[in-house]
């Protein structure tokens, strides 16, 4: 079963088109990275995943539960960490997370295990007491990790995770998302701007004005383009800029 399909979707704001016809599938335990300038339809893409905004056309299914039809099954296996920070400032770090464990009704002695096993995960179990406000970029990261995760769901969202983070902090941060999608056989769905965190290896959507142009591996783009990823890049989305209505580039490789 597919962690994440998508079919024939598409949305509007008023008369703009932000969406249109995307479609592809996440399998268990894949990383996925979706890559896009900015104002491509990334994050309205997430709010449709994560039901803040809803399905106008097409269909999602997260693990084979409709998001239109068993919105409560679907969202109960996803986590999700969003472009900008939901966190309350003035909670402990703990707090954040009992609070969220609450939310997904889980019983006060198992969060208290979950709470512990992530904290210790993330190395934040020295910092549990403080006030997220007083937490560097990097650390408030973690801690949208760790409550994303407190649920133990099948898919990990991730909108644009690094933003505003120091060169370091986005490798630690990428680098420990790949670790957890291999430990954990989670699906990752990873959105960005940014050509550097994508690997060779990764499966690479990319999105541009609002329609999915590629669907494949980077290393497969990269081998059919000139140039590295950039220019792959550069290419692919020049290319629907000058002919809007060319075939967008799909592969049918699964992860």
């Known amino acids: ?16 088109r932000a969406l249109e016809q995307v479609g592809f599938r996440l399998e268990p335990g894949s990383f996925t990275a979706l890559l896009g ?4 339809g990334k994050s309205t893409l997430i709010a449709l995943l994560t039901r803040l905004y809803d399905l106008q ?32 400032l003035d909670l402990s770090v703990e707090q954040n997370l009992r609070y969220h464990a609450a939310l997904h009704g889980l019983p006060r002695r198992l969060a ?17 007491h403080d006030k997220v406000r007083l937490l560097n970029g990097g650390h408030r990261r973690r801690v949208e990790i ?15 995770a690094t933003s505003g983070l120091d060169p370091a902090s986005r490798d630690n941060l990428n680098r420990h998302v790949r670790r957890l999608c291999h430990d ?3 699906a990752v769905l ?3 701007h940014l050509l550097d965190e994508v690997h060779t290896q990764d499966r690479l959507l990319l999105l541009h004005q609002g329609r999915l142009i590629a669907n494949d ?8 383009e000139e140039g590295g990823l950039a220019g792959a890049f550069e290419r692919l989305t020049a290319r629907i800029h000058d002919c809007p209505s060319m075939p967008r580039f799909r592969s049918d490789a699964q992860c």
């Open 1 to 16: 079963m597919s962690a994440l399909e998508l079919s024939g979707v598409g949305f509007t704001y008023g008369a703009r």
């Open 37 to 40: 300038p900015n104002g491509a």
């Open 57 to 88: 056309r097409g269909e999602v299914s997260v693990c084979g539960h409709s998001l239109r039809r068993e919105p409560r099954a679907a969202l109960a296996r996803l986590g999700v960490v969003f472009q900008q920070s939901t966190l309350d």
């Open 112 to 128: 208290e295990q979950r709470i512990e096993c992530e904290l210790e995960r993330q190395q934040l179990e020295l910092r549990r």
């Open 146 to 160: 760790a409550r994303a995760l407190l649920h133990e769901p099948h898919l990990l969202l991730l909108d644009e």
């Open 184 to 186: 954990r056989g989670m």
């Open 190 to 192: 990873w959105t960005t």
């Open 217 to 224: 591996r980077a290393a497969n783009l990269v081998a059919r």
